[in-house]
Each structure stands twice: as structure tokens, then as C-alpha cells.
């Protein structure tokens, strides 16, 4: 399996990746234009595992300010694994990569908000050094710089 971060050159494997992923039926011209545009936003990472050349996860985080200080975190907004290769270490190389990232650009947290009731979600970052917060029905998961600083050397 290998991990990418794509790039605005990546358009069409991306374009063709997140209609695989989630089941779209979106005209593939259309989709392209809209993959180079979002991959153009250095604030939107695209990170997409691969068995082969066929996608098999996505993650999608956004790069956000912080007002209070001069500082970035990351949103882990959505991740994704296709059922064929669930359990098997694709979402937990999908968030390390996303760690690396992080430790690379001195993101001071990365975040993301999941339902109590996604357990493989809750399992997933809990098992990748996250710290759970929250007593709802939504709950945050949240990378700490401590956290993050292990991938500083990668």
C-alpha cells in the first residue's frame, strides 16, 4: 500500500478516487476541474491510499489559523476506507501521514469530530495517540504537539 499527498497534477486519479470511495456518479470533466481547483488550496490536503493503482482511502483535512496566535492546526474533516480494506491499516497510515504532515509544517494540533456512536472511527484515533474530549454525542479527537513532535525526525 502507498500513501499520497496529491497535488493539482493528481487531478484525475483524484477526481477518480473520491468517486470510487463514496459511490458518486458525477460527470468525470466536471470533477477534474473541481479536484485541481480544491488541490490548488494549499489549505486543502488531499491524502489517498493506494493498493496498486487503485485507491482504497481517502482523508481530507483542512489547514486553518488561529486567531490568538500565529499558529496553524489541522481539521481532520472526513476519512474514508473501502470496504474491502477495513481492518487491515489503511485508515491508520491515512492519519500518520497526516501526522507527518503536521510535524513538517509545525501544526500545533490537528482535530476532528466524530458521532460517540462510530466506533471504528473512535478506535481508529484513539489508537493513533489522539486525545478524546467531549461529553455528547459528538466527541473530539485531538493530536497534541507533543503527539505530533514523534514524526518531527520522519
Same mark, same amino acid.
Given at each position: 500500500?502507498?500513501?499520497?499527498?496529491?497535488?493539482?497534477?493528481?487531478?484525475?486519479?483524484?477526481?477518480?478516487?473520491?468517486?470510487?470511495?463514496?459511490?458518486?456518479?458525477?460527470?468525470?470533466?466536471?470533477?477534474?476541474?473541481?479536484?485541481?481547483?480544491?488541490?490548488?488550496?494549499?489549505?486543502?490536503?488531499?491524502?489517498?491510499?493506494?493498493?496498486?493503482?487503485?485507491?482504497?482511502?481517502?482523508?481530507?483535512?483542512?489547514?486553518?489559523?488561529?486567531?490568538?496566535?500565529?499558529?496553524?492546526?489541522?481539521?481532520?474533516?472526513?476519512?474514508?476506507?473501502?470496504? !474491502?480494506?477495513?481492518?487491515?491499516?489503511?485508515? !491508520?497510515?491515512?492519519?500518520?501521514?497526516?501526522?507527518?504532515?503536521?510535524?513538517?509544517?509545525?501544526?500545533?494540533?490537528?482535530?476532528?469530530?466524530?458521532?460517540?456512536?462510530?466506533?471504528?472511527?473512535?478506535?481508529?484515533? !484513539?489508537?493513533?495517540?489522539?486525545?478524546?474530549?467531549?461529553?455528547?454525542?459528538?466527541? !473530539?479527537?485531538?493530536?497534541?504537539?507533543?503527539?505530533?513532535?514523534?514524526?518531527?525526525?520522519?
Amino acid at each position: 500500500m502507498q500513501v499520497d499527498h496529491l497535488t493539482p497534477d493528481d487531478a484525475d486519479f483524484a477526481g477518480h478516487a473520491i468517486r470510487k470511495l463514496k459511490g458518486l456518479d458525477i460527470d468525470p470533466p466536471q470533477d477534474v476541474e473541481h479536484m485541481r481547483r480544491l488541490l490548488e488550496n494549499e489549505a486543502n490536503l488531499l491524502v489517498v491510499a493506494r493498493d496498486g493503482h487503485e485507491p482504497v482511502g481517502f482523508a481530507l483535512a483542512y489547514v486553518m489559523d488561529r486567531i490568538d496566535r500565529d499558529e496553524i492546526m489541522l481539521c481532520l474533516y472526513e476519512i474514508s476506507v473501502a470496504p !474491502s480494506h477495513q481492518r487491515r491499516g489503511v485508515g !491508520s497510515a491515512l492519519v500518520e501521514h497526516l501526522k507527518v504532515w503536521c510535524a513538517q509544517h509545525q501544526v500545533m494540533k490537528m482535530w476532528v469530530l466524530t458521532d460517540r456512536a462510530n466506533i471504528a472511527a473512535i478506535r481508529l484515533y !484513539s489508537a493513533s495517540g489522539a486525545e478524546e474530549g467531549g461529553a455528547g454525542a459528538e466527541v !473530539s479527537f485531538v493530536w497534541n504537539r507533543q503527539t505530533l513532535a514523534t514524526h518531527r525526525e520522519g
